[in-house]
């Protein structure tokens, strides 16, 4: 019995270099597609409606294929208005977030100081915090200080939600530097102002560039906040949400094909700049 | 050193009248660092002066502060009490970037977004020379270390004894008064090791420059070093030429750090003529050179290292040091035989017999045996009698 059982297993030829895929290997070959699909049917749905050649008000059923509304885009000078803004504010907030979010990075990375913890609490309860939450009490906030929402409370509140993302970023990247890297700097002769902006800086680019980029996604598609701090500036996000009761004309998602284009673009050059500099 | 020599360096130092000045020179110098409300010292109080183009040594074990010594020379730390001067300089408030030394780091700390070339040429053009001039300081200095051709690499694609090599450059291209070495050897293979050894000492003949180089391997502050200082616990033991901290520890902890030694401690028994002697068992003798502080009746505790005695089954002749114990452990090793030696008093001596007879052990384990020494391999710690 016994030799009958292992008769088959030890005639069998060792297997070497390729084997037979296993039922475990295709099951997670299937999962895969299964998630992939997943993540980019409500984006294909998107972009394929860009191109619906649908006559009445509402864009949800296909009606056949059209490149029309690209050359139409401007049709609409308050959804062009939207969008400008939109721009405008994440390009602030990113510059903004970046540069502040840098700085806290590096210093919470490198150094040890008197409310260390605090800070990183603080960043920790600003990224965690509900956006319900931030949006509404920010708007009391200015309310009860006077401030007129509109443009630059947008913008204070973009920043203030996403210099966190930047500052985890950054720190993470500083954490993973060598500190002697830096005082090489300073011992061949570079002041402190030098020594970070020839060695430290371009070392961390990776790590401010990611959170410029995380900072930028997060601002051009905020709802939850603009909604509470906008006052009568409106967003692209805003428009649409005001736009969707009486139909999203396909514009919209023409604009949002744009947008998902230039993201998957960085997206694709970050790979091909980060695959340059591991040589 | 010759008349003319003399002249040139009292004129360095700008006083014709006065001894030359240190490269390096610490005076009284203590690091403290304060941790959770309490003070923990780093450096307990250094002094030292390093001569022009020496050859220096900081050796310890880790924590003995050997490296935050170094540190507050290059200017890293902030001493807590004294002064740092560099050819007389006092430069205890000067940021690194304007003391006139470099640092090779332990981990290199090559900029890993510059070429060769470029990490080569970093100091240069901070202090703005000319672009020329660069050019060929940064030639010169990667012909020295054998680093030619190879100045568009970034560090990455070089192995660890070529980074070290870049390492090494970079600071020599700014000509510095002085080089610091931090455990310069320290990530390199073993094989490696041994042939840097021999580059640096060739290089630093080259240079001519002071180099100051910290290391906790005694085998290579002894191999390269003109001068050791052996530091413990935040100050230094002992400071001497390689030979004297190795034949002549000034302390028990020298003594076990440099090397094996053997201890033993005992009561000096009488003085004849120039040697001390001690009894050691019931037939045992140990004689040492009789110094001032050596009377009879006074404690000691002599030092003698390993490869000094000899092994014998016979009692050996007057006239030197001589033991009996039993033999608890004996191995063959190559290149030498290593034996312990369990003494009557209950203290074990490691021996060690090169491998020059074909008849292997010349004891087992078990065995009575004789060890021997001359006096002057008896050496007393805690007393410095001159070499």
């Excluded at chain 2, 310890?60 to 902030?78: H, I, L, N, Q, Y």
């Excluded at chain 2, 050819?87 to 332990?106: E, I, K, L, S």
């Excluded at chain 2, 094996?260 to 050691?280: F, I, K, M, P, Q």
């Amino acid at each position: 019995m016994t030799s009958a059982a292992a008769g088959p297993d030890a005639a069998a030829p060792p297997h070497r270099g390729r084997r037979r895929p296993r039922w475990g290997d295709r099951l997670l070959r299937a999962y895969t597609w299964l998630v992939l699909a997943w993540l980019l049917a409500p984006v294909a749905v998107m972009i394929a409606f860009g191109f619906n050649d649908t006559r009445s008000k509402s864009n949800v059923s296909w009606q056949g294929f059209t490149t029309r509304w690209w050359g139409r885009l401007g049709d609409y000078p308050d959804l062009t208005a939207a969008v400008v803004n939109s721009l405008e504010i994440a390009a602030i907030a990113t510059v903004v977030a970046t540069a502040l979010g840098t700085g806290m990075g590096v210093a919470l990375g490198r150094y040890r100081f008197r409310g260390q913890g605090g800070t990183d609490l603080m960043m920790f309860a600003a990224i965690s915090a509900p956006e319900i939450v931030m949006g509404a009490s920010l708007l009391s906030l200015f309310v009860s200080l006077g401030v007129p929402t509109g443009f630059g409370t947008i913008v204070l509140a973009h920043v203030l939600f996403s210099v966190s993302f930047v500052a985890v970023t950054v720190r993470a990247r500083v954490a993973g530097m060598d500190p002697a890297v830096e005082e090489a700097a300073r011992d061949l002769g570079a002041s402190a102002w030098a020594a970070f902006w020839r060695v430290t800086f371009p070392m961390i680019l990776p790590g401010v560039l990611a959170g410029a980029l995380l900072a930028f996604a997060l601002s051009i598609d905020d709802f939850v906040i603009t909604q509470f701090t906008g006052g009568a500036t409106v967003t692209f996000p805003l428009w649409i949400y005001g736009a969707v009761r009486i139909g999203v004309p396909p514009q919209v998602n023409v604009l949002g094909t744009i947008i998902f284009g230039i993201g998957v673009l960085v997206a694709v050059l970050n790979a091909v700049a980060g695959r340059r500099r591991r040589g | 050193m010759t008349d003319i020599q003399q002249d040139m360096a009292a004129a360095e130092a700008g006083d014709p009248a006065a001894a030359p000045v240190p490269a390096i020179e610490l005076a009284g110098v203590v690091k403290e660092y304060h941790a959770r409300g309490e003070v923990v010292p780093a450096v307990r109080g250094v002094d030292l002066s390093i001569a022009e183009g020496e050859f220096f040594a900081l050796l310890g074990p880790s924590g003995c502060g050997k490296t935050t010594t170094m540190r507050m020379v290059a200017g890293f730390e902030d001493p807590t009490r004294g002064t740092v001067r560099l050819h007389g300089r006092d430069v205890t408030a000067v940021p690194p970037n304007r003391r006139d030394v470099n640092m090779v780091f332990q981990s290199y700390a090559l900029f890993p977004h510059m070429n060769v070339w470029d990490n080569v040429a970093f100091g240069l053009r901070r202090r703005g020379l000319p672009r020329e001039e660069v050019r060929r300081r940064v030639a010169e200095t990667l012909e020295i270390v054998d680093l030619a051709g190879r100045e568009r690499r970034r560090p990455r694609e070089l192995s660890g004894g070529q980074q070290q090599r870049v390492a090494l450059a970079r600071a020599l291209a700014n000509r510095p008064r002085a080089l610091l070495l931090d455990e310069p050897l320290g990530a390199l293979d073993l094989k490696l090791r041994q042939a840097m050894q021999g580059e640096l000492k060739r290089i630093q003949r080259e240079v001519g420059i002071t180099f100051v180089h910290v290391t906790h391997d005694q085998g290579e502050a002894l191999a390269m070093s003109d001068r050791i200082a052996v530091m413990n616990d935040g100050r230094i033991e002992q400071l001497g030429p390689p030979r004297e901290v190795y034949e002549r520890p000034a302390t028990r902890f020298v003594a076990g750090f440099i090397g094996t030694s053997n201890l033993l401690a005992g009561t000096v028994a009488e003085v004849v003529g120039d040697l001390a002697v001690l009894r050691a068992g019931e037939d045992g003798r140990v004689l040492l050179p009789a110094g001032d502080h050596l009377r009879p009746g006074g404690p000691v505790e002599i030092t003698v290292r390993p490869e000094k005695i000899s092994i014998e089954t016979v009692e050996p002749v007057p006239g030197v040091s001589a033991v009996r114990g039993t033999v608890t452990d004996a191995s063959y090793l190559g290149t030498a035989n290593s034996y312990l030696v369990r003494l009557p008093e209950g203290t074990e001596f490691t021996v060690f017999e090169q491998n020059v007879h074909d008849s292997g052990l010349t004891a087992r384990r078990g065995d009575t045996v004789w060890l021997s020494w001359q006096p002057q391999h008896s050496y007393a710690i805690g007393s410095r009698t001159p070499s």
